[in-house]
C-alpha cells in the first residue's frame, strides 16, 4: 500500500509564446519534486517532474512540442532550482517494530550467553 505524489518545488511564468495559441506570457512552468509514502515510511526522492501549461488556451504543453526558445528557459530554471535533499521519514510503526526486535536480540544474547537465567 503505497502512494507517490508530487508536491510543488517552483512556478514560474514565462514569457515565451504558446505552440498552440501563440499568446505571449501566458505559460506556466511548474517543477514538482516527489514524495513517496507507505504505511511504514515517508519519503523524497530526486525525481523532478517540469510541466509546461498554457493559461490563455488551458493546454498542458508536453516536451515534444517545446521549441528551443522554451528548452532553454527551462533550463535555465532547472539550473536556479533548489530541490529538497532526498530523504527518508520512518513512522512510528517502524520505530516499534524496530525497537521490538532489538529488545529481543537483545534478550536473546543475554540469555544465551547465561547472563540470565530462567
Not at 46 to 69: G, H
Not at 79 to 102: D, E, H
Not at 112 to 117: F, N, P
Request: hydrophobic share 40%; glycine share 2%; net charge neutral.
Amino acid at each position: 500500500m503505497s502512494s507517490s505524489q508530487f508536491f510543488t518545488l517552483k512556478q514560474a511564468r514565462i514569457s515565451n509564446n504558446c505552440p498552440e495559441c501563440y499568446s505571449n506570457d501566458s505559460l506556466e512552468l511548474t517543477f514538482k519534486q516527489k514524495l513517496s509514502e507507505t504505511q511504514f515510511y515517508k519519503s523524497i526522492t530526486n525525481d523532478i517532474v517540469s510541466e509546461i501549461c498554457c493559461l490563455n488556451c488551458d493546454v498542458q504543453i508536453f516536451p515534444i512540442r517545446w521549441t528551443d526558445d522554451i528548452e532553454q528557459v527551462v533550463d535555465y530554471h532547472k539550473r536556479g532550482l533548489n530541490s529538497k535533499p532526498k530523504s527518508v521519514k520512518l513512522k512510528p510503526i517502524s520505530w516499534a517494530i524496530i525497537t521490538f526486535f532489538t529488545v529481543i536480540l537483545i534478550a536473546v544474547a543475554l540469555i544465551s550467553s547465561g547472563l540470565i537465567a530462567f
